[in-house]
């Protein structure tokens, strides 16, 4: 597919941490494609590289962090070349995110209606007396009754679920093309989970935007997602449709995943099985497959080399020695 036609076009991204106890290669070789429209899953364990590659797509790289090789477009723009003050005009305009936590993404200080009137009035040409018309709108999309009132209101007055859907409004101001969720039903219980999830995607519906959902949760992302992105150790190990995913995985580690979630369809008292051990150290990552640690069926060539790109389709990928061995390669 031509580039130009992504909206999201991310090719070999490196991205390290500069600490003093030495070099955190946080990203290595991480390429994503998105098209309008569509929804994205990325998901991984804590310290994956999730987060990471979602706010340096939106030019949030903080100190010490710094990109060392590849290149990130979103909407035409050269993401990895544009300055903090030609990034503060698409930041919240054209691409916005939903931060994991909403209690720590508003201030306490101002209402909810200063807060989300801020973005409408950087961003548009709108009076004050339009941009609060704006956000009682926006209250009234995200499903929040008595909006006029709401508007007056403080983050802590407000629940959990409440909080989270202020985020969103705040997040679709602008109506961006892009909507970054990072995690944005962890703090909540599971009955406002699937009403925000189910408010995404009438919003995604309504707005025709794009989606890339940041979660651990594999059931998020079965039940929104089109594509899936499994990260470990800041590399995509896996890549494919959510029926390829769910259906077919090919690595190691997306089969862990699988395995160590609650099913519907099996004997009484049987026990999830666990992924064993912890996630690699990203100060001395491992010459091989850096899943090859927690691995039940390494070999010997898994710890040496890491695995070449083994396609199964124009839109499956892994990187997994298991499936060269498949294929006939030998070792």
């Known amino acids: 597919m031509p580039e130009d036609q992504y909206l999201v076009d991310i090719q070999h ?3 390290s941490f500069f600490t003093p106890a030495g070099e955190v290669k946080a990203l290595n070789d991480v390429s994503i494609h998105l098209m309008p429209g569509e929804i994205l899953g990325i998901v991984g364990e804590s310290g994956s590289g999730k987060s990471v590659t979602a706010y340096s797509l939106m030019g949030l790289t903080s100190y010490p962090g710094k990109l060392m090789g590849g290149s990130l477009k979103f909407n035409g723009h050269q ?3 544009m300055t903090d003050k030609e990034m503060s005009k698409i930041r919240g305009n054209e ?3 939903i931060f994991q936590d909403p209690m720590t993404s508003l201030n306490p200080v101002y209402t909810v209606g200063n807060q989300i009137m801020e973005a409408i009035l950087l ?5 004050k007396a339009q941009a609060r018309n704006r956000a009682v709108e926006l209250l009234e999309l995200v499903g929040i009754n008595e909006p006029e009132k709401r508007l007056k209101q403080y983050p802590h007055e407000l629940s959990g679920g409440m909080r989270q859907r202020i985020v969103i409004a705040m997040a679709l101001a602008c109506e961006p093309k892009l909507l970054i969720a990072d995690e944005p039903t962890t ?3 599971v009955t ?5 999830l189910e408010l995404m995607m009438e919003l995604k519906e309504k707005l025709g935007m794009a989606i890339i959902m940041i979660t651990h949760d594999l059931g998020v992302v079965a039940s929104m997602c089109q594509r899936i992105a499994v990260m470990y150790a800041g590399r995509i190990i896996e890549y494919g449709t959510t029926d390829e995913i769910f259906y077919s995985p090919k690595h190691q580690y997306t089969k862990g995943l699988l395995r160590s979630i609650p099913r519907l369809d099996t004997e009484v008292h049987q026990r999830l099985i666990p992924i064993e051990g912890t996630p690699v150290d990203l100060l001395n990552p491992p010459v091989g497959c850096p899943f090859a640690p927690r691995c039940d069926v390494c070999m010997k060539i898994c710890l040496r080399e890491m695995p070449p790109v083994t396609e199964f389709s124009e839109t499956h990928y892994t990187q997994c020695w298991m499936n060269q061995k498949e294929e006939g390669v030998q070792k």
């Not at 961003?123 to 009076?127: M, S, V």
């Not at 406002?192 to 925000?196: C, K, N, S, T, V």
Request: proline content about 0%; hydrophobic content about 45%.
């Open 192 to 196: 406002i989970q699937a009403q925000i």
């Open 95 to 97: 691409i916005a995110i």
């Open 79 to 81: 993401i990895d070349k």
């Open 13 to 15: 991204e490196k991205l």
């Open 187 to 189: 703090a909540l219980d």
């Open 123 to 127: 961003h548009t040409d709108k009076t």
